[in-house]
């Protein structure tokens, strides 16, 4: 398989789970810590050597595609004013040679359907796509660098994976393996959500996926389920039969930012190993929890 140069990042939910702060502020855009979660998914995908980026969006959401503009008026009060550590956060938003797009997801049609719309960018060559809520936490290589180089040394596509507990497996998609060894094994079959006793393993899907550019014909003939949704999943189940695909376990820690309390842990982990934040949110976190009664620091 080729290097991916092309990522494709759906982000045209509505994010009622986060409602009202949601109403206005796209979920993609709520901050970790000094910057939006989109950020931390977009650096992951350039690191892991995607110069294209896609975003599948709807057209009520225009904030995702502000952020990734040109800011003329903002930059030029910034520089007048010599505030250039500012100036080079906001231009540096997207390193030179990387491109954004924005396509545009007419009706809510589920994830495959989603991911479907970027095909006229895409082509037939691999590409990846990630779901800015998993946001992906490691000090070494990001998680789709690490599938990255698996897929183009293996020729396989590749779809992360991490153990859950058996009572969890309804909440997630469920791939059963065959030849496990390290953190890598082929995928056999797919099961959405299924029940703890009917699960074929532990290990859930998270979103992060590479795949090639054949899975399109499958999305286009994959009938929609519940609700008119096209499913990712039932595509990539098709695409088993003729090609082969990789579970990974990749390195790092996956914060559900899609929930409350994900993005609460993922907040205090950034602000935990922050370069400059790190000694300051430690005393701010002990404080409160000492003013609160749950622990004795003395």
Not at 78 to 100: F, S, T, W
Not at 262 to 286: C, F, N, P, V, W
Request: with cysteine; net charge negative; aromatic share 6%.
């Amino acid at each position: 398989m080729q290097r991916i140069r092309k990522a494709v990042f759906p982000v045209a939910g509505h994010g009622t789970r986060f409602l009202p702060a949601t109403k206005t502020v796209p979920k993609e855009m709520l901050p970790i810590v000094d910057r939006p979660l989109i950020q931390y998914a977009v650096d992951e995908a350039i690191e892991a050597g995607c110069d294209t980026l896609i975003f599948v969006t709807n057209r009520y959401k225009h904030a995702v595609a502000d952020y990734f503009d040109k800011a003329y008026e903002l930059e030029h009060k910034l520089e007048k004013a010599g505030k250039h550590e500012q100036l080079d956060l906001i231009r540096n938003v997207l390193p030179e040679g990387v491109r954004a797009v924005f396509v545009t997801q007419a009706e809510a049609l589920g994830l495959g359907h989603a991911v479907l719309c970027a095909k006229p960018i895409v082509g037939d060559e691999p590409f990846a796509v990630l779901l800015p809520d998993d946001l992906i936490w490691n000090r070494g290589p990001g998680a789709l660098k690490q599938m990255a180089d698996l897929a183009e040394a293996s020729g396989a596509g590749v779809i992360a994976t991490q153990d859950v507990p058996r009572d969890q497996t309804g909440s997630y998609g469920i791939v059963a393996t065959e030849g496990f060894s390290g953190r890598k094994g082929r995928i056999t079959a797919m099961v959405e959500k299924p029940a703890p006793e009917d699960a074929p393993s532990t290990l859930a899907v998270v979103g992060r996926y590479i795949l090639p550019g054949s899975i399109f014909e499958l999305l286009e003939n994959t009938t929609p389920g519940a609700g008119g949704e096209i499913q990712l999943t039932d595509a990539i189940s098709a695409l088993l039969k003729q090609d082969e695909v990789l579970a990974y376990r990749f390195q790092g820690t996956r914060f559900d930012c899609g929930t409350h309390l994900g993005l609460i842990e993922a907040t205090i982990r950034y602000a935990l190993d922050h370069e400059k934040l790190s000694d300051a949110a430690t005393q701010l976190m002990q404080n409160a929890l000492k003013e609160l009664g749950v622990i004795d620091l003395e």
